[in-house]
C-alpha cells in the first residue's frame, strides 16, 4: 500500500486529477481525493520527523516509526464491515472463504458495481454482532487472490446507499 500527496497549480488540475478515481495505474488500483493543505503539511512532518531527512548529523539506520494510532481502533462498531480493494471477480463465496471462522450467509453480503454492472472493488459484510465485526477486523489487509483488501466499520445506512447505487 502506498499514499502520496500532490500539490497541483490550480483547481483545473485538482478537478482532472479526481477524474482519475478508483482507476488503475499500471497494475495498481487508485483512489485520489482531495485533502485539507494541513493533511500535506502533517504528512511531510510525520515524514520529517520519521525519517529524519533533514538532519545532518544523523548516522546509521533510521529510528524505529513509532505506531501511528489507527482511526479504526477509535471507531465504533457496527455489525457491519466495508471492504475495500477487492478483485473486480470477486464473489461472495469468495468473501465467505476470507472470513472463514465466521459464520456468513451469502444474503448478508453485498458486491457493490457501478451503474453499468462493473464491481466497484468495494463489499459490505453483515455479521452476527458488531463484536464479531470487530474481531474480523484481524483479516484488515490480508490477501484475496492478489489484492489486498482493507476493511473498514461501517453502518447499516451506508450499506444501502451502496446497494441501492448497484441498482441503478
Known amino acids: 500500500m502506498g499514499e502520496a500527496f500532490v500539490v497541483f497549480a490550480g483547481s483545473l488540475q485538482v ?3 479526481l ?3 478508483r482507476q488503475n495505474m499500471g497494475r495498481r488500483y487508485v483512489e485520489v481525493f482531495s485533502c485539507k493543505r494541513q493533511d500535506y503539511y502533517n504528512a511531510v512532518a510525520a515524514e520529517v520527523n520519521y525519517e529524519g531527512i533533514y538532519d545532518n548529523d544523523y548516522n ?3 529510528p524505529p516509526r513509532q505506531k501511528r494510532i489507527s482511526d479504526k481502533d477509535q471507531m465504533e462498531y457496527t455489525e457491519i464491515l466495508k471492504l475495500r480493494g477487492l478483485p473486480f471477480s470477486v464473489t461472495k463465496s469468495n468473501i465467505i472463504e ?3 471462522e465466521f459464520d456468513l450467509a451469502e444474503e448478508r453480503i453485498h458486491i ?3 451503474s453499468d454492472g462493473k464491481a466497484t472493488g468495494e463489499a459490505y459484510v453483515e ?3 458488531a463484536e464479531d465485526a470487530k474481531r474480523a477486523m484481524s483479516k484488515d489487509k490480508m490477501t484475496i487472490g492478489s489484492r489486498y483488501v482493507e476493511l473498514f ?3 447499516p445506512n451506508e ?3 451502496a446497494e441501492s447505487r448497484s441498482r441503478q
Do not use: K, L
Open 98 to 100: 476470507f472470513f472463514g
Open 112 to 114: 457493490a458495481s457501478r
Open 60 to 62: 546509521g539506520s533510521p
Open 153 to 155: 466499520p461501517s453502518t
Open 19 to 21: 477524474q482519475r478515481d
Open 15 to 17: 478537478e482532472f486529477a
Open 127 to 129: 455479521f452476527a454482532s
Open 159 to 161: 450499506a444501502r446507499r
